[in-house]
């Protein structure tokens, strides 16, 4: 150290832990010189290279079995084919290289010494493997259009099925159709601009889904509203893509610095019931899918032959989400597709004009720092998630994002919040008759009881939906006017459509009656009374 | 002001600064060239140029690429001292983060520099060595030397 500067001497006092432990020599073979630090282990690229491939396998390949491995390690024999969600970003990148190698192209690089020629995993392990894109640049201003060069990028690759979707085919009843969805005539729309969610008749039945959906997207109440939504509108074209598909796995290049973004931001979000799907889900659709004649063929041939016998219908069907590179931090996969020269077509930053960044994007600020200083907090945050186990009890699946719904939020909810704004009419809201009629009307507004889409959501949801932000956000499209009744996307207008047509089941399935009644001044006082404080 | 390269040591030396005592043979070369390379979407800022050649000088101001000293203190963020008598060290990575900055970088400089270092989430490799095992900014860089970039930034 040279004399003199006082500032740098102070800093020196306070150095920071040295980002390696011991030796530069690779920690794996001991022998050759260190290339890249992992959470303070030093590796050798070759031995790095090999990690990653056995990181990638010891993760996905326990869940490709419909159910678990005993103590002896069976033949991997999926339910169904293989689908790859890609979103041109670093994780996805690496991982439908990984998928390739290991899966199709059948590298022999990838494969465990120990096995053997004849270890299960030589083979084949998925008959089909399709890669889905979702182009989101229509959901937010000025940003480019990627389709093609995602297009071209899976050229890269031999025996890969590519399914290129858009957004807004979220509100297209004939993307819907495509993927075997219910057909259903698209009539209610939610007041998205009332916190009380009422549903009500749509005025204009036929608007083109890009429309629906930036209107949809306008009329969220805050940014983060926004790119959660359209996170969740991504997961759902995927899943549906999967069940179409016959994927029994969707598979997400989600890297263990990512995770811990997404269970961070989620909790600060509300999703905390559902902080293990963040991880890894099992997703059944509701209602259960379609009749066998509206199922493509292409997905008859992919059923598992031991449930042949027993589920020829697909009711049953379902779609397991998973995270294989759950276990890898962002740095390694840098690294990794760096020295494997796999290219990144790159993903751009969701935003526009005026909107502050979310609560995702300021978790990610956060985690991609904290993950610089102190590399092991991020693995220790994903470990720590992943040992939570939320309390309550499951009440069928959340009508927009399909994850598992937690019984009685919303009564819990309703309990203690206090609406600021008063009823309009609270003499009809008292007296009026207590009709139980689900039918929703152009004059229910006069009613007391209306139908809401509130007993429908999980909490995350509702919250996404109705939680105002303390300042005036900036539309990302100031032309599409908020609209009173929103469209909302297909499989919840789907389901909507099948519970007003069957009233019994929708109780049945939901325990929940589908209406919400606004409450009198005095009597919401009368209830928090005993909260209150003497003043 | 050294080059070219006939100078003598012993003029090279002389027409240092006193209060600078060289410790090594670095300093006989006036510049050194080093190839630095762009990776996982960093290039879009750079021109979209994957990959440049750059030529530095062999001894830089202390003060420039020091990436502990606060901003307004060393004038860190301000770019090169050029004055004639600042105390110089051989040039090193920190440096060449700050001529990326002044020199090639198109938009958007906090997208690759933050706090005197680069961003938070980007890989630094030196002759393909991650720069944690080399001492991050403080290397100090020789000819030839390879440097890479790589964001990891772009998501899952
Ligand atoms: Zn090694
Ligand atoms: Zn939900």
């Known amino acids: 150290m040279s004399c003199g500067n006082p500032v740098a001497d102070a800093d020196a006092l306070m150095q920071r832990r040295k980002k390696y432990d011991k030796t530069k020599n690779c920690v794996k073979c001991k022998v050759a010189q260190g290339n890249l630090v992992i959470r303070h282990a030093v590796y050798c690229k070759e031995c790095f290279l090999h990690l990653v491939v056995h990181k990638f396998r010891r993760t996905l390949e326990p869940t490709v079995n419909p159910k678990p491995d005993g103590p002896r390690r069976t033949a991997l024999k999926p339910a169904g084919n293989l689908l790859v969600g890609f979103s041109g970003g670093l994780g996805s990148s690496v991982l439908l290289e990984l998928v390739h190698r290991c899966y199709i192209a059948l590298d022999k690089s990838t494969m465990l010494a120990d096995g053997g020629s004849h270890h299960p995993r030589h083979e084949r392990v998925w008959k089909r493997v399709s890669v889905c894109y979702v182009e989101v640049c229509d959901a937010f201003p000025g940003m480019k259009d990627r389709t093609e060069e995602i297009a071209r990028h899976i050229k890269r690759y031999d025996g890969l099925d590519f399914v290129s979707l858009r957004i807004q085919d979220a509100f297209d009843l004939s993307w819907w159709k495509r993927v075997g969805g219910k057909p259903f005539s698209s009539e209610l729309g939610v007041t998205l601009a009332d916190e009380d969610l009422f549903l009500e008749s749509l005025a204009s039945k036929s608007s083109d889904p890009l429309t629906s959906l930036r209107t949809y ?9 926004i790119t959660t939504s359209v996170q969740t509108l991504t997961r759902l074209l995927l899943l549906h893509t999967a069940l179409h598909t016959g994927s029994s796995h969707l598979v997400f290049g989600t890297s263990l610095t990512s995770l811990a973004v997404s269970l961070i931001s989620g909790v600060a979000q509300g999703s905390g019931f ?17 009749s066998a004649s509206e199922v493509p063929e292409e997905s008859t041939n992919a059923r598992d032959s031991q449930h042949e016998g027993k589920k020829a219908r697909k009711g049953k069907r379902t779609v397991r989400v998973v995270r294989p590179l759950r276990d890898l931090g962002m740095k390694e996969c840098a690294a990794w597709a760096w020295w494997s020269d796999v290219p990144v077509v790159g993903k751009e930053k969701w935003g526009w004009a005026g909107a502050r960044p979310g609560i995702g994007t300021l978790t990610k600020d956060f985690i991609v720092g904290l993950e610089k200083e102190y590399p092991s907090t991020v693995s220790t945050i994903v470990r720590t998630c992943g040992k939570l186990a939320p ?18 939020v919303q009564e819990w909810k309703a309990r203690i919040s206090i609406r600021s704004r008063p009823p309009v009419d609270p003499i009809a809201a008292l007296n009026g008759p207590s009709d139980p009629v689900v039918e929703p009307s152009p004059v229910a507004s006069a009613k007391p009881l209306r139908p809401s889409l509130t007993p429908y959501l999980c909490y995350a949801c509702h919250t996404t939906l109705t939680s105002k932000s303390a300042r005036p956000v900036p539309s990302p499209w100031p032309a599409d006017a908020r609209s009173a009744i929103v469209t909302l996307p297909v499989w919840t207008e789907a389901r909507l459509s099948s519970a007003k047509g069957d009233n019994d089941r929708t109780s049945h399935v939901h325990g929940e009656i589908l209406q919400t009644r606004r409450v009198r001044e005095e009597e919401m006082k009368e209830i928090v009374d005993e909260f209150l404080l003497d003043d | 002001m050294l080059s070219p390269a006939t100078h003598t040591l012993a003029q090279i030396l002389d027409s240092r600064p006193s209060t600078i005592h060289p410790t090594s043979l670095d300093i006989v070369m006036s510049t050194i060239t080093v190839k630095v390379e762009f990776g996982g979407g960093l290039e879009l800022l750079f021109s979209n140029q994957r990959s440049h050649r750059v030529a530095l000088p062999a001894r830089v101001p202390v003060s420039y690429s020091n990436p502990f000293s606060p901003p307004s203190a060393a004038g860190a963020e301000q770019g090169i001292q050029n004055s004639e008598d600042a105390p110089k060290k051989p040039v090193d990575l920190s440096y060449l983060i700050f001529w990326l900055r002044d020199n090639l970088l198109k938009e958007r400089a906090e997208l690759f520099i933050e706090n005197g270092t680069v961003r938070p989430g980007i890989l630094v490799l030196v002759n393909d060595a991650d720069w944690e095992l080399e001492g991050e900014g403080e290397y100090q860089l020789k000819d030839g030397d390879e440097i890479v970039f790589i964001s990891t930034l772009h998501g899952g």
């Open chain 1, 217 to 225: 997207l306008s009329s969220l109440p805050t940014p983060t509203a």
């Open chain 1, 274 to 290: 559902n902080i293990r799907e963040e991880t890894q889900e099992d997703w059944t659709p509701e209602p259960p899918e379609v």
């Open chain 1, 391 to 408: 309390k309550g009890e499951v009440s069928g699946s959340c009508i927009l994002c399909a994850r598992p719904a937690q019984r009685g």
